[in-house]
């Protein structure tokens, strides 16, 4: 029995690109980075961090809490981030969860492990590289926005908060 890989449709990926007409909501800005909202386990969290430097995708012990899911939702996680906030972090834990990327037009959803940390920081969720490649989004810092596509070929503009 021989198993047959199916290459993704071509048709269905739009161009993602960004023009003038993006910059025309755009308030200005001292090179602040792009921080969206997404939806996860049915609620929208804000000050979430596009982070393209970023090798992972953190959440907040404190987020973790606030969206008051269960302990038992944790996995154990071998490994250590290093950078963040200029230290070592040691990471116990992980979790997936159902996210959501939406434009209140159209949207795509994706399970995105996260690991948790135990730190303070501005943001609820750092969206690291591997959450970006995954969904396949491309974010302007200059724009204020990250342009994804949907599983119907539609582009979804996200815009920064």
Known sequence: MAVEAREPDQSL???LYFTKADLQDVVPHDNDPVVISMVTVGRRVHRVLVDQESSA???LWSTFN???LSPDQLRPYDGCLYGFAGDQVEVREHVELRTIFTDSTTSQTVNIRYPIIKAHSTYNILLGRPALNRIEAVASTRHMKMKLSSLEGEVITIKSD
């Open 13 to 15: 990926e739009p161009d």
């Open 66 to 68: 606030k969206l008051q």
């Open 57 to 59: 995708n953190v959440m």
